[in-house]
């Protein structure tokens, strides 16, 4: 009889100790797992935004391309990406560049948007995407 | 043994099945704007009398063909695509905006998220995009 108290607590401790492994195993895996579901999400967004910046600059560049010479198309350009509606996400998409190629007849527009993330992680909040866009010149007079 | 079959119902009506629905939401979404796309690459190179006529091709035959298609068949079109063509002319540029607005029904119709668009009832949701038109003229024609 002495000796059968000390073997059941031993079990319970050995049972309590097992039961306690598989919560903690969960809880790590949680701090793992939550962590990477928000990452995930965050890199969604940034492919969804570089897609965007794409069209963005290839608009501007359609737009930029029916005009005669520099200034007018970085002012077309530039008009053209007033259309964009800031949101949340993203801040703003600006004119970086225009190359008004006349030689090869071709306009080349790149532009900068601004993305912030919708779940902000430490050095990881704010991102700038850069996009360029080529488009024929379609103003330019044909050769004689 | 006995909590597994409980586990089993709960994991698959409020973990399985709506992350399905989900995927084939994000499916829906992906097929209408692809359908927007190539609406809007008609609309910007036809004159305005045509791409807003409602049996012209931008409004009517393209989403006709596409619903024919795999990407329209899979994506579970509850009602015909409605579509919306404009013209702005405010920035130097004549652009034409096309909005599709389509109506996608959940691809596993879960009794429990009763009028949850989506996941118990059709989800609505337009596209929409804008592009210079090829040739100014088209607006007034």
Avoid: H
Avoid at chain 1, 56 to 73: D, H, K, L, N, Q
Avoid at chain 1, 97 to 113: C, H, I, L, R, Y
């Amino acid at each position: 009889m002495q000796c059968s108290k000390p073997r059941t607590a031993k079990k319970r401790i050995a049972r309590r100790s097992r039961s306690g492994q598989t919560l903690i195993e969960a809880m790590f895996g949680f701090i793992i797992l939550i962590p990477i579901g928000l990452a995930a999400v965050d890199v969604v967004t940034l492919m969804s935004a570089t897609q965007t910046n794409e069209q963005w600059a290839e608009t501007a560049a359609r737009a930029a391309g029916s005009c005669t010479c520099e200034s007018m198309a970085s002012n077309m350009a530039k008009k053209s990406l007033t259309r964009f509606k800031p949101t949340n996400i993203i801040s703003s998409v600006e004119m970086d560049k225009v190359k008004f190629d006349e030689v090869n007849g071709q306009v080349t527009v790149s532009t900068v948007m601004q993305v912030n993330m919708p779940i902000p992680m430490p050095l990881m909040n704010r991102f700038e995407c850069r996009a360029s866009a080529i488009q024929p010149l379609l103003a330019t007079p044909a050769q004689q | 043994m006995s909590e597994f079959g409980p586990a089993l119902f709960f994991i698959f009506i409020f973990a399985v099945f709506p992350v399905v629905d989900i995927i084939a939401l994000s499916f829906g979404y992906m097929s209408c704007s692809s359908l927007n796309d190539i609406q809007l690459r008609e609309a910007a190179k036809i004159p305005k009398s045509l791409a807003t006529n409602a049996k012209g091709p931008v409004m009517m035959t393209i989403p006709d063909k596409w619903m024919q298609t795999v990407l329209g068949g899979v994506s579970g079109l509850a009602e015909q695509p409605v579509t919306k063509v404009d013209y702005d002319a405010s920035t130097g540029n004549m652009y034409v905006t096309v909005s599709t607005t389509v109506k996608v029904r959940p691809f596993l119709t879960i009794p429990f998220f009763y009028k949850v668009p989506g996941l118990g009832e059709p989800a609505s949701f337009t596209v929409s995009n804008s592009r210079v038109l090829e040739n100014p003229m088209y607006a007034v024609q």
